[in-house]
């Protein structure tokens, strides 16, 4: 059984950063394509960054630049690097995981870690 454990979400001002992990269980982590997403109040859950099995990174038009999403495979580990942090980016944050290499469609869900950049 698939398990994701997000951590490192919190509240931060505005140009700060935050770095987001994730754990994960239950699969050969390194053969899988990991994402991160969010969900702001009142909005859909959107696709902010992913990589696949042999390393190649994606990231949402609203993030690139100030994202970086990295895995560690040795630690089962994916983790989402948020600098220049801006109110716009506050939101649920959860990891995905999906059955293939590739980061898309999502499968697996973590539970989400909040991320709350004030003004």
């Known amino acids: 059984q698939v398990q994701l454990v997000e951590s490192g979400g919190g509240l931060v001002q505005t140009g700060g950063s935050l770095r987001l992990s994730c754990a994960a269980s239950?699969?050969?982590?390194?053969?899988?394509?990991m994402g991160w997403h969010r969900q702001a109040p009142g909005k859909q859950r959107e696709w902010v960054a992913g990589t696949t099995s042999g390393g190649s990174t994606n990231y949402a038009a609203s993030v690139k630049g100030r994202f970086t999403i990295s895995r560690d495979n040795a630690k089962n580990t994916v983790y989402l690097q948020m600098n220049s942090l801006k109110p716009e980016d506050t939101a649920v944050y959860y990891c995905?995981?999906?059955?293939?290499?590739?980061?898309?469609?999502?499968?697996?869900w973590g539970q989400g870690t909040q991320v709350t950049v004030s003004s």
């Open positions: 239950g699969s050969i982590f390194s053969i899988k394509g």
């Open positions: 995905s995981q999906s059955h293939s290499g590739s980061y898309y469609p999502p499968n697996y």
